[in-house]
């Protein structure tokens, strides 16, 4: 690739699966980049390498808050939002807060220092579409108080916001509608379809298929990330739809995974979980604009990403909290407590986020309510560590006392 030292390029929610193969590539080629992300969603091994990087900066930050930003900056990307059908649901609000308040405070970002800005929107703005494939003149066919919609008006106001900045500010903007984008790197916690799979397999469970016609668009990582900087170094204003265009069945996804693993075994449900419309993109605008087309064969890249999560079970830290049997009782499905993260302070976080039953019963030393933004065990509350930003790096215990195990 190009190089181009005198980049400075800011990413947010630069923590996550998009943004660790964004901020990697874009070091790779000679960019200094600050990834700006709140970590509620962490994606901490491949975080772990990207901050040994001397061009490499983290700013732990949550974008609906203003960030204080004064240096020059030669291109935002705006990443940060929560993603996935069941970190939607339950957190419907924060997603609206990422796509709205977020997106105007990455847009000042970009109006302030007179530079490109990209943002993410998603497929999600075509709902259930009428048309097949989806062309970006499509308008889409939304429900606005739906269980999805707090993703969806999220980024069709993500989209909105950011053509009224090109047109009443001039910022150099533009928006990209991803697909589904998988491949290495994405952690076995991560309950979208294809990481849920993979972890099913790899476990020798059942995967779960809900609609087994129902297509997705499949698009691999390197793909995505060469056409997301192809949409930062054009002047583009988009939306441009960037995914795979040939559809795959959940159920064929299902049985390839199978089969790629060497176990676990496909059974056909009932939750909505990964049934849903067929969304498929036509990518011509991509091609004739960007000149990108995805050239990665899912089978290949279905093997690539099932290596690196077995490779990450293989050499996870392993942070176990003890637990009242009280809040056992509070969770229907049993729960394991395990998460791969490179502190105290992130894996916290990951438990109250991925566990929301637990959050409201934690109280501060005080005795007050925390909200789950907040969780920060105090430091003489954790024993066998030294504080919160310790590295795991191998197995370790932490113990949640009574005090602060709440009612
Ligand atoms: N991966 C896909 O298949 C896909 C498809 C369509 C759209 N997208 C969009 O691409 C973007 C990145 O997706 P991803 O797959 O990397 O998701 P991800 O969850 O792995 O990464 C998102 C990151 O944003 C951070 N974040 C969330 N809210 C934040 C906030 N308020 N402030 C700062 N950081 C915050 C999270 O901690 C996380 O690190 C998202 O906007 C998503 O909607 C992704």
């Not at 087994?212 to 668009?217: C, D, F, G, L």
């Not at 176990?320 to 509070?330: G, K, N, R, Y």
């Not at 954790?382 to 790096?393: E, F, Y």
């Amino acid at each position: 690739m190009e190089e181009c030292v005198s980049e400075h390029i800011l990413v947010t929610g630069g923590a996550g699966f998009i943004g660790t193969h964004l901020c990697a590539a874009l070091l790779e080629r000679g960019a200094h980049v600050t990834a700006v992300d709140s970590l509620t969603a962490g994606r901490l091994p491949a975080l772990g390498r990207l901050r040994q990087h001397k061009r490499f900066r983290l700013i732990e930050h949550d974008i609906t808050v203003p960030l204080d930003w004064e240096s020059p900056v030669s291109a935002v990307v705006h990443l940060a939002s929560p993603i996935g059908p069941a970190h939607v649901r339950d957190h419907p609000v924060r997603t609206l807060m990422a796509g709205s308040v977020g997106t105007v405070n990455a847009l000042e970002i970009a109006r302030r220092h007179r530079s490109r800005i990209v943002v993410m929107s998603s497929a999600e703005v075509y709902g259930d579409p009428l048309v097949q494939p989806q062309v970006e003149t499509y308008s889409g066919n939304v429900d606005p108080t739906g269980p999805m919609s707090g993703y969806q008006e999220a980024k069709r106001f993500l989209e909105a916001m950011t053509m009224a900045y090109r047109r009443e500010y001039d910022v150099n903007t533009g928006i990209i509608r991803p697909f589904n984008v998988y491949g290495p790197g994405m952690l076995a916690s991560d309950r979208r379809v294809v990481a849920a799979f993979i972890a099913a397999a790899l476990a020798g469970q059942e995967l779960v298929v809900n609609g087994p016609h129902a297509v997705r668009s499949l698009c691999y990582i390197d793909d995505f990330v060469k056409g997301l900087i192809a949409m930062m170094e054009s002047d583009a204003a988009g939306p441009i739809n960037l995914g795979a265009p040939e559809g795959t069945a959940i159920g064929y996804l299902a049985e390839l995974v199978v089969s790629t693993v060497g176990t676990g075994t496909v059974r056909v449900g009932q939750s909505p979980e990964t049934g849903g419309a067929a969304r498929c993109p036509d990518i011509g605008l991509a091609r004739g604009t960007l000149g990108w087309e995805p050239s990665t064969p899912l089978d290949d890249g279905i093997r690539a990403t099932a290596d690196s999560m077995r490779a990450m079970l293989e050499s996870r830290a392993t942070v176990t909290f003890d637990v009242p049997s009280a809040w056992m009782a509070l969770i229907p499905d049993g729960f394991e407590l395990e998460c791969r993260a490179d502190s105290v302070r992130t894996a916290l976080k990951w438990l109250t986020d991925g566990c929301p039953a637990l959050a409201p019963r934690i109280l501060s030393p005080a005795g007050e309510l925390v909200p789950w933004t907040n969780v920060y065990l105090a430091r003489d509350n954790i024993r066998h560590l030294d504080g919160l930003d310790t590295v795991l790096t191998g197995d370790v215990i932490l113990t949640a006392l009574p005090a602060l195990a709440g009612g």
